[in-house]
């Protein structure tokens, strides 16, 4: 028996905006999409709803991308946005400085790569990933341990740059 | 056992091994400090990619209270301003926040027609699994019972005393003819949290403890980087799953009882807090075989058990006790304990290798959560 959508709702919505906060870098987006993404868990409910849920939304990502490098629309993913109580000027200058080498380390991975870090870090299993991405339950761990080592090395890379310019 | 590969240490790492094979690595691991040393760092290595994924995490603007489904059927259909026999409008707790202010965003259409036919489905769906029944009867069922029975644990201390109160502070506001539900669903709301939680610490080759440890004082050192890989929702909680919806109320007393019982006891938190079941303080006693550790002068916002499993360095056999706690912004920190029994030295090292963890008796201590590292420390100081 599927779980009711208010429920669906309840539990995955927090970490479904998370997971595509980090992944767009735009929280309005992130909110649009994740609301897209239980709109059509109503119109077709999932058995299996958590992986259902991330798949359906990481494809929204792709199809966004795709949509808006198309357009031009790039640009607005950038924006920032700003914090309620705005934090010391140079602490949150500094903290914006480390997310964009967060954000283009990230960049550097490769989608299926970059997707199972996310989901990973959402405490997903490997069966879980494997089901979401549509890959071998074998390969999982070895993707994982590729994305971590990938995204730790290209953000050095970048630190090191950006100390090395300031 | 042949020296492991990187594949399988990172599975080991992930909680992917099986009980057997995690149990042959260990040993291994304990035997050969080259390994280990690998073991240690690849570990660093998850550490580091989960420290940078959650650097993207920003802070939400409009600092809200959690949304849960309580607050869902906060309108009844009279209060609603669109009139009786509306149909449900669901949106997060932030798009409700920007309206009041008169903030004009362009998800807020988005959101609104989404969930006309989310909330109509959702209505559907209801009234599919109840046979009929208010939505009201189907989510008072659910409560738990153990949530009126909690008392609080100690005096507030005035110079935290904002802590406690930080949630009733930023309620929404409360519509006439409030329905909040609290509907805690311990295998649901486990779910929430990573299945794989018990990361192991991979510096099992740690001589063991003497038998009798005095009480050691915990480190807060490496308390940023704690492996703990269920993330709780202390960022993002706020854009969550607050809606408001249609539907009226049925009793009166009922709906002033749930009412009550969400005022005071936010399911997010709970949710939050990976608490699968709420206990009192005598079945905490029973638990740890002793008295509830406290902190002194806090008042605490709840007290229930987490499986031991989701907890780095616990038995993960047996329940852990948490007391959470919250601070003036609404963020948790947890005094997670467990009694471990006298003869798993091996327990006791790993126990007192994890941060901000520390031995009293036979009882495993450990603050954490969304403090720094400094603050920590002086709770840690205060809590018998």
């Avoid at chain 1, 959402?122 to 994305?147: K, P, W």
């Avoid at chain 2, 997060?92 to 259409?109: A, K, M």
Wanted: aromatic residues 4%.
């Amino acid at each position: 028996m599927t779980q009711d959508a208010g429920r669906l709702f309840e539990l995955y919505y927090t970490p479904l905006v998370r997971m595509l906060w980090r992944r767009t870098g735009d929280h309005d987006r992130a909110e649009e999409l994740a609301q897209e993404t239980f709109a059509r868990a109503v119109e077709a409910p999932p058995t299996n709803p958590r992986p259902w849920l991330f798949a359906v939304a990481l494809n929204l990502v792709r199809e966004d991308a795709r949509r808006a490098s198309r357009q031009g629309r790039r640009l607005q993913l950038l924006k920032a946005e700003s914090p309620a109580s705005a934090p010391a000027a140079d602490v949150e200058f500094e903290r914006r400085e480390r997310q964009a080498v967060v954000r283009a380390a990230l960049a550097c991975l490769n989608e299926r790569d970059r997707e199972a870090l996310l989901l990973k870090a959402e405490g997903f299993s490997y069966d879980e990933i494997a089901t979401s991405l549509g890959l071998a339950r074998g390969a999982v761990g070895t993707t994982l341990a590729r994305a971590r080592k990938r995204l730790v090395e290209a953000y050095r890379a970048g630190e090191s740059t950006r100390h090395a310019a300031s | 056992m042949q020296h492991p590969d990187t594949d399988l240490l990172n599975t080991w790492l992930d909680g992917e091994l099986s009980a057997a094979d995690g149990a042959h690595l260990e040993a291994h691991l304990a035997a050969c400090p080259a390994c280990a040393a690998r073991a240690r760092e690849q570990r660093a290595l998850h550490q580091e990619a989960d420290r940078l994924l959650a650097e993207l995490d920003e802070p939400i603007p409009d600092t809200s209270p959690p949304g849960t489904i309580e607050r869902a059927i906060r309108h009844p259909a009279s209060a609603h301003p669109a009139g009786r026999g509306s149909p449900v409008v669901l949106l997060p707790y932030t798009e409700l926040i920007r309206q009041r202010r008169g903030v004009r965003r362009r998800v807020v259409g988005v959101a609104a027609t989404l969930f006309l036919a989310a909330g109509a489905g959702w209505m559907a769906l209801r009234s599919d699994a109840s046979g009929g029944r208010a939505a009201t009867d189907i989510l008072s069922n659910t409560r738990s019972p153990a949530a009126s029975t909690l008392p609080p644990l100690v005096a507030r201390a005035p110079a935290l005393a904002d802590s406690a109160s930080g949630y009733s502070g930023v309620q929404p506001d409360a519509a006439p003819g409030v329905a909040p539900v609290n509907a805690p669903d311990s295998e649901r709301a486990t779910n929430t949290a990573s299945p794989r939680s018990n990361v192991p610490q991979a510096n099992s080759a740690n001589p063991p403890a003497p038998a009798s440890v005095p009480r050691a004082v915990p480190s807060f050192a490496d308390a940023q980087v704690t492996p703990v890989s269920p993330r709780r929702d202390e960022r993002a909680a706020p854009t969550a799953t607050t809606f408001k919806a249609g539907i009226a109320p049925t009793e009166p007393q009922q709906v002033a009882e749930l009412k009550a019982l969400n005022e005071r006891e936010p399911l997010a938190v709970e949710r939050d807090a990976q608490i699968s079941t709420r206990i009192g303080l005598d079945e905490a006693r029973r638990e740890l075989g002793g008295n509830l550790h406290v902190i002194d002068g806090l008042q605490a916002e709840l007290v229930g058990l987490v499986p031991g499993r989701l907890v780095p360095g616990a038995d993960p056999s047996r329940p852990v006790v948490r007391v959470v706690y919250l601070d003036g912004q609404g963020q948790s920190f947890f005094l997670d304990q467990q009694r471990i029994a006298a003869d798993s030295r091996d327990r006791q090292a790993l126990a007192e290798a994890v941060p901000g963890a520390w031995l009293d008796g036979d009882v495993q201590l450990r603050l954490h959560g969304a403090l720094s590292n400094d603050s920590l420390a002086g709770l840690a100081r205060r809590v018998k």
